[in-house]
């Protein structure tokens, strides 16, 4: 056992995590002193579990930080947000995932400067109530979190599309040199919104998730498009479910792209790289899953139009660039042509899931706060859509919803994925 203190926010880790903590920094030969618990971020930042640093201070007076992402306890918020299913996809990830796709890049030759890169994972706890993933604090070197209400811009999305460009293309590669693991992956990912879609109150979620957003709506357009979308969020994501059986063109996603999923080393505030955080939403699926998902959740109208096209031209032209590190071509493994026809077959998802997204993304500190207690008090899904509805926020965020749900109607029609 350690002989160090715990000080700060001691309490807001059980003592089996305290444990946990402890057996790491001592496996790890570093001399402690006393370990820091301290809170990290705010409502809104993240709902599916708590962040903390640890910062462990060393008797030669220099420190070893780490990021605690902390499971919550409540049963009702476990069972709502499904947290043994997002923290066991999460623990996929960075114990055997990602340290597969390293092998494979160094088997390629390829320099660690052009690796693609995720926070370090220092130890996974699965303890049923006690899960905890420790993990390195990006901030220690130079990358930072950008403000989730301001849409990204062009060079960040091109940054992220890089990104997602290299994890995609070391999917095709592994399913090159051995199909087996690629499969066995496939099988053990859980997709946590097919687990929802179980759930018959969640049907009736969605419907008034819908009643609610059309409610803030002017136009008929608008009202037009949002009517019968939300609502139908399951039937069109179990075609879709069936369709990702065939593995050709599916690979190992992020699964959760949205602003505050990145970070970013700034030169002269220009985003000139961006790292993925939080595994917990990664499955097997097709790579559009993930270019849909963030730029329809994290971008507005005017970029999209200006730069949209160009985008998918970009992902496309980088993700043949990283398979030719493994000998492949991207109009082999993932032509274009099949690219855009995945654009069209997902869309409905993506506009759905969207607007459901931005019910949550739009909340300012304290209404997130307010949300996270009524999933903790209230365990029917009913329930809880009645006690966060979006009409019933400020007129600022009122305002921003309205907004964004009308860009996201505007950019659907221009791009031709709505009559």
């Not at 949300?371 to 009409?391: C, F, G, R, V, Y």
Request: charged residues 25%.
């Amino acid at each position: 056992m350690a002989e160090f203190t715990f000080e700060g926010e001691v309490d807001s880790l059980s003592p089996r995590q305290r444990e946990f903590i402890s057996e790491l920094l001592q496996k790890r030969g570093l001399k402690v002193q006393k370990v820091q618990i301290e809170t990290l971020g705010k409502a809104g930042d993240n709902y599916v579990a708590n962040f903390k640093k640890i910062i462990a201070v060393l008797e030669n007076g220099q420190t070893f930080d780490m990021i605690a992402k902390v499971a919550p306890t409540n049963e009702i918020v476990r069972a709502t947000m499904g947290t043994v299913v997002l923290f066991g996809n999460e623990c996929l990830m960075y114990n055997e995932v990602l340290p597969k796709f390293v092998d494979l890049q160094r088997a390629a030759g390829i320099s660690e400067e052009e690796f693609f890169r995720s926070p370090e994972c220092y130890g996974t706890l699965m303890e049923p109530l006690n899960e905890i993933l420790l993990l390195e604090n990006l901030k220690e070197s130079n990358f930072e979190m950008l403000d989730r209400f301001t849409p990204l811009t062009n060079e960040a999305v091109k940054q992220i599309l890089k990104k997602f460009a290299l994890l995609h293309s070391l999917s095709f590669a592994l399913k090159k040199e051995d199909p087996d693991k690629f499969d066995s992956y496939s099988k053990r990912f859980q997709d946590f919104f097919a687990l929802l879609s179980a759930n018959p109150e969640f049907r009736e979620y969605l419907a008034s998730i819908e009643r609610d957003t059309i409610s803030i709506l002017d136009s008929d357009v608008y009202k037009k498009a949002v009517r019968g979308s939300i609502s139908q969020l399951v039937e069109h994501s179990a075609k879709i479910f069936k369709y990702e059986r065939n593995l050709r063109y599916s690979v190992v996603i992020h699964g959760d792209g949205w602003t505050n999923n990145f970070m970013f080393r700034l030169e002269e505030n220009i985003p000139v790289e961006a790292v993925l955080i939080d595994y917990q939403l990664s499955k097997i699926a097709s790579p559009v899953t993930d270019l849909q998902y963030m730029i329809f959740s994290s971008t507005d109208h005017n970029t999209r139009h200006q730069h949209y096209y160009e985008w998918i031209d970009f992902y496309h032209s980088e993700l043949d660039k990283c398979l030719a590190n493994f000998g492949l071509k991207a109009n082999y493994v993932y032509p274009r042509d099949q690219l855009d026809a995945d654009l069209r077959r997902y869309s409905k998802v993506f506009f759905s899931s969207s607007i459901l997204l931005l019910t949550v993304l739009i909340r300012k500190t304290e209404d997130a706060a307010k949300m996270k207690e009524a999933m903790e008090s209230n365990q029917d899904l009913q329930d809880i859509s009645a006690t966060i509805q979006t009409s019933s926020l400020d007129q600022e965020s009122v305002a921003l919803f309205k907004r964004k749900i009308e860009n996201l109607v505007d950019s659907y029609r221009e791009f031709g994925y709505l009559d």
